[in-house]
C-alpha cells in the first residue's frame, strides 16, 4: 500500500517568513495529493490540493508542487501569519480510493 | 446542512466496555470514511463505505471493531470490550463520486480509562 513521509515534523518561523513542509509517496499510481490544517481540537481542513496533470497550483499564500519523477510534493506559505499556527498533514491516493496520511507537521509561526 | 457531523464529541468509558459513535455526512456524498487519530500522529484509516456498502477494511480494524451504513446514510462505529489502546480521536469523513478531497467530522474523542 501507499507510504507518506512528511518532514519537518516541527516548523518554527517568525511571522512573514515562508514556511516550506515536504512529503514523499511511494505508490507511482497516485494522483491525488490534498493538504490538510489542523488546528488544535478542531477538524482537518483542506487548504489546497495538486493532481498529477500539473506541477504546481497556488491559491493566495498558498502553494503546492509536485515532482512525480521524485515522488514527492511540498507545501508552501509565503509571509506567514500567527493564525497560520497549526497542524498540516500531507495525504496521497490513486483516483478516488482512501486518502494515506503523513504524520504531519507543527507550524508554529511567532508574532 | 453545514457539514459532517459526529456524536458524541467526547466519550469516556471503562475498560471492556462497549462503544458506540454515530456519523452523519453531507447529505449529498455518497462515500463514508472512518479514521483514527492519535497524538502526535496522522489520520490512519479504519474502513470506507460506499453508499450501504463496506468497500474497504484497513487490517488496524481487528474484530472488536464494527462500522454499518445502513440505507447509505447516517454511519456507526461500534467498539466492544474496549482497550487502553482504543484510546483515540475517531474522525469520520464524507465525500462524493465526483470529488477526490474529503470532508472531515470534528471527531470524537475516546477516552478508556
Known amino acids: 500500500g501507499e507510504n507518506v513521509e512528511q518532514h519537518p515534523s516541527t516548523l518554527s518561523v517568525q511571522e512573514g517568513d515562508s514556511a516550506v513542509i515536504k512529503c514523499t509517496y511511494s505508490?507511482?499510481?497516485?494522483?491525488?495529493f490534498p493538504w490538510y490544517k489542523q488546528e488544535l481540537g478542531k477538524r482537518p481542513q483542506l487548504i489546497i490540493d495538486?493532481?498529477?496533470?500539473?506541477g504546481e497550483k497556488k491559491d493566495q499564500r498558498i502553494a503546492v508542487t509536485l515532482n512525480k519523477t521524485a515522488k514527492h510534493f511540498s507545501l508552501h506559505i509565503t509571509e506567514t501569519q500567527p493564525e497560520d499556527s497549526a497542524v498540516y498533514f500531507c495525504?496521497?491516493?490513486?483516483?478516488?480510493?482512501?486518502?494515506?496520511f503523513g504524520k504531519g507537521t507543527m507550524l508554529l509561526v511567532s508574532p | 446542512d453545514t457539514g459532517v457531523s459526529q456524536d458524541p464529541r467526547h466519550k469516556i468509558t471503562k475498560r471492556g466496555q462497549n462503544v458506540t459513535f454515530r456519523c452523519d455526512p453531507i447529505s449529498e456524498h455518497n462515500r463514508l470514511y472512518w479514521y483514527r487519530q492519535t497524538l502526535g500522529q496522522g489520520p490512519e484509516f479504519l474502513t470506507y463505505?460506499?453508499?450501504?456498502?463496506?468497500?474497504?477494511k484497513s487490517r488496524l480494524l481487528s474484530d472488536r471493531f464494527s462500522a454499518e451504513r445502513p440505507k447509505g446514510s447516517f454511519s456507526t462505529l461500534e467498539i466492544q470490550r474496549t482497550e487502553q489502546g482504543d484510546s483515540a480521536m475517531y474522525l469520520c469523513a464524507s465525500s462524493s463520486d465526483r470529488l477526490y478531497g474529503y470532508t472531515f467530522g470534528s471527531g470524537t474523542r475516546l477516552t478508556v480509562v
Open positions: 505508490d507511482s499510481a497516485s494522483n491525488y
Open positions: 495538486i493532481r498529477s496533470n500539473v
Open positions: 495525504a496521497a491516493s490513486s483516483g478516488y480510493s482512501t486518502l494515506t
Open positions: 463505505f460506499q453508499n450501504e456498502a463496506q468497500l474497504e
